[in-house]
């Protein structure tokens, strides 16, 4: 088993910056990537980041590319997602999960532990 529970969520001026924090416990392999989505009011939740928890391997969204960066610290057992230049379509609940596989996957059902989420609201 593995729990997820983010934080560092909040209420951000457009242009601003956040960094969400996902801390882990349980049995987590390197092999495993850990993965972002975010879900806003009325739409699917969509993949933002994942960075393989040896941290070799990253992938971003395109529509964050450029503002979005995954990190991980291996002695905290935490991966980051600072989020710069947001923007008011950034505005959703963020959701760290874990994939148990060597694969990058964008598909939010091919991962499996998520955390609780934490807002993310982008003001005009």
């Known amino acids: 088993q593995v729990q997820l529970v983010e934080s560092g969520g909040g209420l951000v001026q457009a242009g601003g910056s956040l960094r969400l924090s996902c801390a882990a416990s349980?049995?987590?392999?390197?092999?495993?990537?850990m993965g972002w989505f975010r879900q806003a009011p009325g739409k699917e939740r969509e993949f933002v980041a994942a960075?393989?928890?040896?941290?070799?391997?990253?992938r971003l969204a395109d529509s964050v590319k450029g503002r979005f960066t995954i990190s991980r610290d291996n002695a905290k057992n935490t991966v980051y997602l600072q989020m710069n230049s947001l923007k008011p379509e950034d505005t959703a609940v963020y959701y760290c999960?874990?994939?148990?596989?060597?694969?990058?996957?964008?598909?939010?059902?091919?991962?499996?532990?998520w955390g609780q989420g934490t807002q993310v609201t982008v003001s005009s």
């Open positions: 349980g049995r987590i392999f390197s092999n495993y990537y």
């Open positions: 999960a874990v994939r148990r596989s060597i694969f990058f996957s964008v598909n939010r059902a091919e991962y499996d532990f």
């Open positions: 960075i393989r928890w040896s941290a070799v391997i990253t």
